[in-house]
């Protein structure tokens, strides 16, 4: 079956650190890989994708992430984390429809809530 | 341009009354997803639209969930019969193929409450 899995419910870093949030998909064919960020009280937004090319796609507020399709991992990266970093963060990967040549869901992972001591 | 709306912003309702929520897209884009999001919890897709169609409702909980869409815009998100299990924020996000790209702008949500 097609899917995402986010394999940490939470991760813990101090300010300043480097921070990973872990990123794994089984789907048919190339994948086409999302992050999305919610923060308190806030919507979904859009950090970041992957469609093809470079295995390192850098997106908003200083996030990247690498595409490595051996490992069928897409982490979420940052350098240097900010207490402001502290929010749910989600994994998507776009599925196509079985019985549909174009179509296609984007289904999301379970999200890794990232909290950032100071 | 503006963002995906969705209303009412929130809504209480007594088990068993019916209720219905509202999305409207970004101008222009095909692609409408209902997502259900119980509190500080992941995303539960419900159904997706490609235009006036729904490929695939797989999500949907059960037969008292339905939606629509019409004109390729405006999708409808009905709920019969409410029970308290429905109480959740449902999101709508949608997106374009035809933006040559498959990201989801969602809405802000619409919580609702069954008391």
């Known amino acids: 079956a097609q899917s995402v899995a986010q394999p940490e419910d939470q991760v813990n870093v101090a300010e300043g650190n480097p921070l990973t949030v872990k990123c794994t998909y089984s789907?048919?064919?190339?994948?086409?890989l999302f992050w999305y960020v919610q923060y308190p009280n806030r919507g979904l937004q859009f950090l970041l994708k992957?469609?093809?090319?470079?295995?390192l796609v850098k997106g908003s507020y200083g996030f990247e992430a690498e595409f490595n399709k051996s490992q069928t991992s897409f982490h979420l990266k940052k350098p240097s984390a900010l207490v402001s970093d502290s929010a749910l963060y989600f994994c998507?990967?776009?599925?196509?429809?079985?019985?549909?040549?174009?179509?296609?869901?984007?289904?999301f992972g379970s999200g890794t809530r990232l909290s950032i001591r100071p | 341009g503006a963002g995906v709306s969705q209303s009412p912003s929130n809504k209480v309702t007594e088990k068993g009354k019916d209720v219905e929520l509202r999305c409207d897209p970004i101008?222009?884009?095909?692609?409408l997803y209902w997502y259900r999001q119980s509190l500080g919890q992941g995303l539960e897709f419900l159904i997706y639209?490609?235009?006036?169609?729904?490929?695939?409702k797989s999500g949907l909980p059960s037969d008292r969930f339905s939606a629509e869409r019409t004109g390729g815009s405006v999708s409808t998100l009905t709920i019969q019969r409410t029970q308290q299990e429905d109480s959740a924020v449902y999101l709508c996000?949608?997106?374009?193929?035809?933006?040559?790209?498959?990201?989801?702008?969602f809405g802000p949500g619409t919580r609702l409450t069954v008391t």
């Open positions: 789907v048919s064919g190339n994948p086409y």
């Open positions: 996000a949608t997106g374009g193929r035809s933006q040559g790209s498959y990201e989801q702008y």
């Open positions: 998507a990967v776009r599925v196509n429809l079985p019985g549909y040549s174009s179509a296609s869901k984007i289904i």
């Open positions: 992957y469609i093809t090319g470079d295995n």
């Open positions: 639209f490609q235009g006036n169609s729904a490929p695939d």
């Open positions: 101008s222009g884009h095909t692609a």
